[in-house]
């Protein structure tokens, strides 16, 4: 049995950071993908590969030996082969359409796309899909905490059960029901970012900043507030605003550097708004436009790259082969 699974990338349209400190967030599942391919295998090693290489361990192998870039794959194999106690190895193949280190949740999607690939080489039909999405959930996380221990988990979250979430580590996730469409221009800086180290910038700044970091956390929530009444009511101005007013927060912690700086006060003037999405320190600037406004002039002559995104209502994805 070949076992085929797609997970989506996303953005962050409020809250990253703060979440990781037990404050919401809202995030959104975006048309961009990971497809993870999966098989059992008559061998007893672990075979993973993805365009960033290719390896083939023992399924004994202990999981902090292995290369940063494959462990979480090799994490999510080696504890579903115990779990089934199964004799044999496992092949993963990922492939991927999501730029890598952008902060368009890559490695989250792949971590969803290979644990709910791998868990349904042993899956019994007649599991229902929320054990099965809880299942994977779990698995993607603490697969991708053997990278990236701080994770707050909101990026797997939302690429197992798509459209726009709000989310808070403690409470976990509800869906933002909207029947509106949100599109947007992801401009990407091109500088690859780590999102542990930023992460890990954001404590020291916490550690060293406490009130102003109380404060703008309380802020942060009022906002997050005030953009979801904007958009239920579709109310683009003040989703934008609300954007911008984030960015200046995420410039207050010290995410931002001055290509995204330059990037995010370009890219305002023609939307409603924009922002930094995930970690910063380089990635992408994600900005709110218009339906049907492509911003050619502004994409034909950038020199960074741009994609149009917008919300996909579905998360993973089986492909039943
Ligand atoms: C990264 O996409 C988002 C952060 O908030 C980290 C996390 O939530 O785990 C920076």
Redesign the pocket.
């Known amino acids: 049995m070949i076992s085929k699974v797609s997970a989506p990338g996303k953005i962050?349209l409020f809250g990253?950071?703060f979440?990781?400190y037990g404050n919401r967030?809202i995030l959104g599942a975006i048309d961009k993908y990971v497809t993870v391919i999966s098989e059992k295998t008559n061998t007893d090693n672990i075979l993973i590969s993805s365009s960033l290489g290719q390896i083939s361990v023992q399924k004994d192998e202990h999981v902090s030996n292995i290369e940063k870039k494959f462990r979480p794959f090799f994490y999510i194999a080696k504890q579903v082969i115990e779990q089934n106690n199964f004799d044999k190895g496992i092949t993963i193949k990922i492939e991927s359409d999501i730029p890598i280190g952008a902060?368009l949740?890559s490695s989250s999607a792949c971590c969803v796309a290979a644990a709910a690939s791998v868990l349904n080489l042993f899956n019994s039909t007649d599991q229902p899909l929320t054990t099965y999405e809880e299942k994977v959930l779990e698995l993607a996380i603490q697969a991708e905490k053997t990278i990236f221990p701080?994770?707050?988990?909101?990026?797997c979250t939302v690429s197992v059960h798509g459209g726009i979430i709000e989310y808070q580590k403690e409470k976990g996730f509800s869906k933002i029901e909207t029947e509106h469409e949100f599109n947007f221009l992801v401009v990407d800086s091109e500088q690859i970012h780590s999102?542990e180290k930023?992460?890990n910038q954001v404590k020291r700044f916490k550690e060293e900043n406490k009130e102003v970091f109380l404060e703008l956390c309380n802020e942060e929530e009022r906002l997050i507030s005030k953009a979801l009444d904007a958009m239920k009511a579709n109310d683009l101005d003040t989703i934008g605003k609300c954007m911008a007013q984030n960015q200046i927060f995420l410039e207050q912690i010290g995410v931002s550097n001055d290509i995204l700086l330059e990037i995010t006060k370009e890219i305002e003037k023609i939307t409603f708004g924009a922002k930094i999405t995930?970690?910063g320190d380089g990635g992408c600037i994600i900005a709110l436009r218009q339906k049907g406004d492509e911003l050619s002039e502004y994409v034909n002559t950038t020199k960074y790259q741009t994609h149009h995104v917008s919300i996909q209502k579905t998360g993973m994805q089986v492909f039943n082969t």
């Open positions: 962050i990253e950071h979440v990781v967030a902060g949740g701080n994770t707050s988990g909101a990026d999102t930023v992460v995930g970690a």
